[in-house]
């Protein structure tokens, strides 16, 4: 057998590689068939499956999801994925507000056409968003999210405009009775009496989603007065009197608080500086005598 030189075989092996170039060139690109490498990457987020959903699918509405009769001040809603809302139906008053929270990873906002309302929902933080205080009761909303494709695919609901949940009689129309009842007990009794009472015992205030309890309360002038301030709503709320320069840290749910007041004879409003929170209705009046 002869040996081929050094010279030939690098001329056959060049030209044989050039053969395979050209012949894979010649190929149609549909027939290419690729297969791309996944690296896992350390410290990376998850990737979602395109329909996993981490909170679960839409959640049918129920008397105590999303109605204003389940509470008088804040209808809750949240954005799930891949595109669903929890509440497909919601009921609430003129004036009322509503909080959405993106409970998903997958972007989300929350739009009403006829109300002008198109907001976006960052993820894991609630959005509060107050109706016009100008609708009609019995009117219907269609409310979406507007990323491309999600209303599409089902991601939109009804809102209902329903009546204000009524307040209870005797705030609403006190009886002569009733109007003497309450401030008797407070008139009867002597400044000295109040004065100590409010001192030892201090007072209790509680905010809720969105009020104070109670919204009014009286302490005397020229005493130190420990007022206790509770949250026992769900949102983040604090308590502040401008014209004392009172101002508490912001309480989460179930948090307390305390300030301490020595104030003028006079009237203070206070209330909660969260934004639109106070324009929902959470302020109140202290009275100092």
Not at 18 to 37: F, I, R
Not at 210 to 224: A, H, K, L, R, Y
Request: one cysteine or more.
């Amino acid at each position: 057998m002869k040996r081929l030189d050094r010279r030939k075989f690098m001329i056959l092996a060049s030209a044989g590689a050039t053969g395979a170039v050209l012949t894979a060139c010649g190929n149609d690109p549909d027939d290419v068939e690729l297969n791309p490498t996944i690296i896992p990457v350390e410290g990376a987020p998850p990737t979602l499956a395109p329909f996993a959903t981490p909170g679960g699918g839409a959640v049918e509405a129920t008397p105590e999801d999303g109605e204003a009769g389940g509470d008088a001040n804040v209808v809750e809603l949240e954005a799930e994925d891949p595109y669903a809302w929890s509440v497909t139906e919601l009921e609430a008053a003129p004036g009322q507000v509503i909080v959405v929270t993106n409970v998903g990873l997958a972007e989300h906002d929350f739009a009403i056409d006829d109300l002008g309302i198109n907001e976006e929902l960052p993820n894991g933080e609630p959005v509060e968003i107050t109706l016009p205080d100008d609708i009609g009761v019995g009117d219907t909303y269609v409310y979406y999210c507007s990323v491309p494709g999600h209303r599409e695919n089902g991601m939109e609901g009804t809102l209902t405009i329903i009546e204000a949940a009524a307040a209870p009689a005797e705030d609403e129309e006190a009886s002569p009775e009733t109007d003497e009842a309450s401030p008797v007990a407070d008139d009867e009794a002597t400044p000295a009496e109040s004065d100590d009472a409010a001192a030892n015992d201090g007072v209790a205030v509680s905010t809720i989603d969105m009020g104070f309890e109670p919204n009014e309360f009286v302490i005397p002038s020229g005493t130190d007065v420990t007022v206790t301030i509770t949250n026992d709503g769900v949102l983040q709320h604090d308590f502040v009197i401008d014209e004392l320069g009172v101002d508490t840290e912001l309480l989460d749910g179930g948090a307390s608080g305390e300030v301490t007041i020595n104030a003028e004879p006079g009237t203070y409003t206070f209330y909660c500086s969260v934004a639109g929170h106070r324009q929902a209705g959470m302020e109140g009046t202290l009275t100092v005598e």
